[in-house]
């Protein structure tokens, strides 16, 4: 590994350890690496995410649902996204500092936890007619204030659980489940609502996380290494992981790459006005339906012929092409008219992001001390989430002013310009390999 910018990770007591592997021929090279489910620990967090995937998102679609019936008005839905971002980002920071200084097993099951309670919560709310905007909203910011305490910690083990050279494969195989959830989760809720209704869909979250919480309670312990056994976590540390971001050039690059990515380039809220202008003759609905699917199904496919590249060892370079793409891509998706031509390069963005989140994931994973990656992951969890949230303002303005295409388009030109820029201005990012 370049360690010109970065120290390699500890592997701890817990190291898993390495094999000899032969290697894959013919179609095997091309499908989907899955040798970290080799190991019970990885396995074990794994198999608990294919069920909660799911389950989480059939609170998300229920919780704007359950709003816009009591309200009546979408403007409440946004408000109540905005009420579950603030403690997301507030609690991620500090809960990505708890990461690096308790044993993440402890934490992983005390979050779970609460966020099962509160699904449980969101579900007697339901069932009881309470029908208060108000503790809707509550009950988000605490739901999404246990996600940022966990996110940090569950991302951070993964390294304490599989050799260095296998995260890229677990961490496609994590991506590909979270990516098969967001679009099978939201099909099944549109499929459940109307038979068994909404405080149902929150009831079936709850007794899914419960799935969780056990095979977290099948960890091994995961205590902080070192010399955090010993320190608190407070301001003091949210500040030096950012100044160990800012210290780490291949560390500050891979955060860089996705905000470009993501500010710049995600054209989702402009989605409604191209399926009532662009593509109105195939339907409003079904091309609605079609452009929220197309970037979901790429990363999903990309997941499962992940095998082409979850070997590759120039993490730097898989990252800067992986960005490019997805630029490329949206830009094509921009200047197409045709609906199925929009989705196929909408999918190839899906690709491209999903080889993107694995080797930026890798790089967080394994250019950092163990002390460090849940602070880091912590920055993660809020650049992944704020990036999107900035872009549908960013592109919901330029589509009022210079129409939605061409704010699509250049937004995508927009992502390869700068990304390619940051690649040849810092040497770091291509220069960084394992």
């Not at 609460?114 to 809707?136: E, K, P």
């Not at 990656?373 to 999107?388: E, H, S, W």
């Amino acid at each position: 590994m370049d360690t010109s910018e970065s120290s390699t990770a500890e592997p701890g007591t817990d190291d898993p350890g390495t094999t000899a592997d032969p290697p894959r021929r013919g179609w095997r090279r091309w499908a989907m690496d899955t040798r970290p489910l080799r190991i019970p620990a990885y396995r074990r967090l794994w198999s608990s995410t294919i069920v909660t995937a799911v389950g989480s998102q059939l609170t998300a679609v229920a919780v704007p649902k359950q709003i816009y019936d009591i309200t009546h008005s979408s403007a409440w839905v946004g408000y109540a996204s905005l009420a579950g971002l603030l403690p997301m980002v507030v609690f991620a920071l500090w809960g990505g500092a708890v990461a690096d200084t308790v044993d993440r097993r402890k934490l992983l099951l005390v979050t779970n936890t609460g966020i099962a309670v509160t699904s449980l919560l969101f579900w007697a709310q339901a069932a009881s007619g309470l029908d208060s905007v108000v503790v809707l909203m509550a009950l988000l910011a605490l739901q999404q204030a246990f996600f940022g305490l966990n996110s940090p910690a569950r991302t951070a083990s993964i390294a304490r659980l599989v050799p260095a050279e296998e995260l890229p494969a677990a961490n496609a195989l994590g991506s590909t489940v979270m990516q098969t959830g967001l679009v099978a989760g939201p099909l099944l809720a549109g499929v459940l609502i109307p038979v068994i209704g909404l405080p149902e869909l929150y009831l079936i979250d709850a007794l899914a996380l419960c799935v969780t919480v056990w095979a977290v309670f099948r960890l091994p312990a995961l205590p902080p290494l070192g010399a955090s056994r010993s320190r608190r976590a407070g301001l003091r540390e949210v500040a030096a992981g950012f100044r160990y971001i800012s210290g780490h050039k291949v560390l500050l690059l891979s955060f860089l790459a996705d905000i470009v990515a993501m500010v710049f380039g995600m054209p989702r809220a402009l989605f409604p006005q191209l399926a009532a202008q662009t593509f109105a003759p195939y339907g409003e609905g079904l091309a609605l339906g079609v452009l929220f699917a197309g970037i979901p199904v790429g990363a999903v496919l990309g997941g499962l012929f992940s095998g082409v590249f979850s070997r590759a060892r120039r993490h730097g370079w898989m990252v800067i092409g992986a960005v490019v793409g997805w630029g490329v891509a949206v830009a094509g998706f921009g200047l197409s008219r045709n609906l199925w031509v929009a989705m196929a390069f909408l999918a190839a963005a899906g690709v491209a992001d999903m080889v993107s989140m694995v080797f930026r994931g890798a790089i967080l994973l394994t250019a950092a001390t163990d002390e460090m990656r849940g602070r880091l992951q912590g920055v993660f969890t809020v650049v992944v989430a704020g990036g999107p949230r900035l872009a549908d303002v960013l592109h919901g303005t330029a589509g009022s002013a210079f129409g939605p295409r061409a704010a699509v388009a250049g937004g995508g030109a927009l992502v390869v310009v700068l990304m390619l820029v940051l690649a040849a201005a810092v040497p770091a990012l291509r220069r960084y390999r394992i």
